[in-house]
């Protein structure tokens, strides 16, 4: 397989979720679509803070993802898990960077701190 298509099927269907998730941020609470955990779930505050923040997060992480694995595309000969450990990654920094304000912004009761 060319490296530039796996590249854009793995990296590039990524960042394409963020944009979407940029564009059509979920408004309120729900089980299909957003960024949802127990604690975000909890009210609306929480939902809407952790939805802004992650969707910030998960595009400029993503973007970082397709370019990194662009050019390792571009480099290497052969691509197998690298684009997929790239992307993981991405996804993983940005829902730990999430959870992390989230903590720190609200209690476990999900009331804003002060």
């Not at 595309?73 to 690298?82: C, D, M, P, V």
Request: cysteine-free; proline content about 3%.
């Amino acid at each position: 397989m060319n490296p530039f298509y796996y590249v854009l099927s793995v990296n590039g269907l990524l960042f394409l979720f963020s944009l979407i998730f940029r564009f059509f941020s979920p408004k309120k609470i729900n089980s299909i679509y957003g960024y949802r955990t127990n604690k975000t779930m909890k009210n609306d505050a929480i939902w809407q803070f952790a939805n802004t923040f992650f969707t910030k997060e998960f595009l400029k992480y993503s973007a970082v993802s397709l370019a990194a694995a662009l050019i390792l595309a571009s480099i290497a000969k052969e691509l197998t898990w690298q684009p997929m450990a790239i992307m993981l990654l991405s996804l993983a920094v940005a829902v730990i960077k999430t959870e992390q304000e989230i903590n720190k912004n609200f209690d476990e009761e999900g009331k804003k701190r002060k």
